[in-house]
């Protein structure tokens, strides 16, 4: 890969990606190291645990080290300073920087103003290109991306992370089937943009008919925030929750993926299955990071 | 020490607790090194200053680095997560994991869902044996843990560093002092166990009469929100405050320890007085958890 | 330079200063190392990115690595503990600590009582000597620090990052030029220790008269808390405001600095022109804290 900045999953090629994938493979397997003089920025203007530990984790297991922002309470941002002059600041202190912010196209705007990578990390209703990355990185050692069938479920409507992922295994011989309530649809835009590449996809309203094909099942999460009403939201959610007699119905090998956090759309019961692969998928973040890291500060760790 | 996580203090034989502290010992002579591959998680559900940074420091000094939470309300835990997914995620990262947590149990709740090594750094009323090791550590260090009189001051019925520190101390041939008012006595359960193990154990309501017998003397703080009146507090407290004045009818080496972070429960005088051990006490937080450290994560430091 | 701690600039002698920032000078070349075994103490009692970021950037550049208290809501500070005691603790985990306080006279206070040097980050209204040294590193990289005829502009009054600047300037060749409201003057105390100092000094209420014959611009931000009235400040700050055109009277080497965070004192136009010397200021806190670290610490990265 070669790419100054990382935005959006839009600017991955499918040889990007599988550079990318296979790099993290090797990481995975025997460990990082050659970046001892390398500092990576972390700013992150909203709450984040998995995203930014395993950016952490994954700048220490390449040898180096971060500098991180805190959180906005204990920055200067509460004086008034713009996105553009922080950004500018840091970018003097470090050699990458990862950015979280809750604007979308923060990332973007970011990388108009320095010459140090800037890696998005998730802007708003925007991109998360690492996630996406960390996600194909789990099918690919769980079920493969070719001749994939993959079902998406739950809040498909506002769920960056699946847009983004969606968009992603179009690169790769996939059947994509979309699960959801009629008012979590995909939005009409993003299921334009599946269409245009000649992707295989379905809509479903409920997981019966097509659980018995899939490959794998990745579940997010139906926020309560999206209905007016709380009696609405707990029978809806209840349609699209998991537990391990649901997943009788499904292949042996199923996996079954969550972006996390997850709160009860996924019963604990799953946790106990061969399915249950979201944890391992949460750790996938950091050698997926450490490849990344690796080929946008020039590959030391080679 | 052999253990999989560090959860109670109970679970320390006098021979894991003497190798912790031989091994400690030799830390603070020659330093550490060894485990430049390693990181380590700070999972503080709940403020900490000496704690967290004292860990901070011992993984640093070891060679290694740390992978730091932050505060609950920068992570995700805001989402809704339970402890056991954040420990299995976090546990992906690191190499081991310190946990403070509100809630009693926390820490051994953790320890079951996962496989990397957990210590416990205080689980709310519940137990905070590192804390018990260093106390140790500077009681071995300045006093001796044989033929000991130890005199214990101050809020014993909540305080489970007491607690834990009292039962730690059976192991050792130790004569123990408890000095409070009387509604702050030492738990029941407490004091039962204790004189299950033979130790020998006395009770007094105030420090005159046992002062001239002690070694060392352990003050803890009397909080305010024990007490439904701001008077009664006053009052009470003021009995188990001591300065410069008291301490001269004590031995010359007379150690005074306190876990701090102290009020006014010791007065400012007493740190000019060879007794004052607090600080010390605090500073080997370094060594003992080095040696914890280093022993779990298997001995790189030797 | 040869100091325990750095609570003042007015502490620095020229030679000091040309030490520093000969050093600086030399990391900024060549980058530093020879520090893997000392750790930084961070206590910022208050919000902190650049002063705090940059020390910790300076420490790592130099091989170490720092220890971090965190925001004062998740210490123990907020138990109530002396400042006193915090710093004796920390003292016992690392080789020195940066501390930044609300209070005037804190870092003096701390360094009473600890061996470990302290470096002053900031006391409220008192000083901030590493801000000083990097304004002065600036300028001598972009101006030099002789026959120097430098502007500084806006809050005179509360300004302690220019009271600091002006003082130091002292102890060279400048012509230094306070251009302000007159209900932000520079405090009389101030103007007084300048001129017995000999300092070629003259004040201006507008930078049109004073402009063309500038080398520096310093400028700083008029706080809108400092006016009772909205309509008032805005008046005020539009005077003391500038842009690309109001530069065009200027020198074609102008530098002009800002210490950062600015809000809309300097528009963004500015950025685009060759004087914009702000955002590489900020980034010599680097060099420049690496110098200071690398000389309290022992100069391992020689």
Redesign the interface.
């Known amino acids: 890969m070669r790419h100054d900045h990382l935005i959006s999953a839009k600017q991955l090629t499918r040889q990007d990606i599988e550079g990318v994938l296979d790099r993290a493979a090797s990481f995975a397997e025997d ?1 990082g190291g050659g970046h001892e ?1 390398h ?1 990576l ?1 972390l700013l ?1 203007f909203e ?4 995203t ?3 950016f ?2 994954a700048m ?2 390449l040898g180096g ?1 971060t ?5 906005v ?9 713009s996105l553009a ?2 950004v ?3 970018a ?3 050699d990458a920087i990862v950015l979280r912010h809750p604007s979308e196209g923060a990332a973007k705007l970011a990388s108009e103003f320095v010459d140090v990578p800037i890696i998005n990390a998730g802007d708003g209703a925007g991109q998360h290109p690492t996630q996406t990355l960390l996600d194909l990185y789990t099918i690919r050692e769980n079920a493969g991306l070719d001749d994939l069938t993959i079902g998406i479920m739950g809040d498909l409507k506002y769920g960056r992370t699946v847009h983004s992922l969606a968009a992603a295994l179009t690169n790769f011989d996939t059947r994509q089937h979309f699960i959801s309530p009629e008012s979590l649809r995909l939005p009409r835009g993003v299921r334009y943009d599946l269409h245009e590449t000649g992707a295989q996809v379905r809509e479903h309203t409920g997981l019966e008919e097509v659980l018995p094909e899939l490959d794998v099942l990745y579940v997010t999460r139906i926020q309560r925030e999206r209905f007016p009403d709380e009696n609405e939201y707990r029978q809806v959610a209840g349609q699209y929750r998991i537990d391990a007699a649901t997943l009788e119905a499904a292949k042996d090998d199923l996996t079954v993926m969550h972006p ?4 009860d759309e996924i019963a604990a019961d799953v946790d106990e299955t061969t399915h249950a692969t979201y ?2 998928q ?2 996938n973040g ?1 050698p997926v990071r450490m490849a990344l890291l690796d080929a946008m500060l020039g590959g030391g760790g080679e």
């Open positions: 460990g003089d500092l920025g992150f709450p984040s645990t998995r930014k530990m395993s952490d984790t220490k297991r080290d500098v991180d922002m805190g959180s309470e204990s920055s200067s941002v509460k004086k008034g300073e002059d922080t500018r600041v840091v003097g202190y470090t996390l956090p997850r709160v944890f391992e949460a750790h950091v």
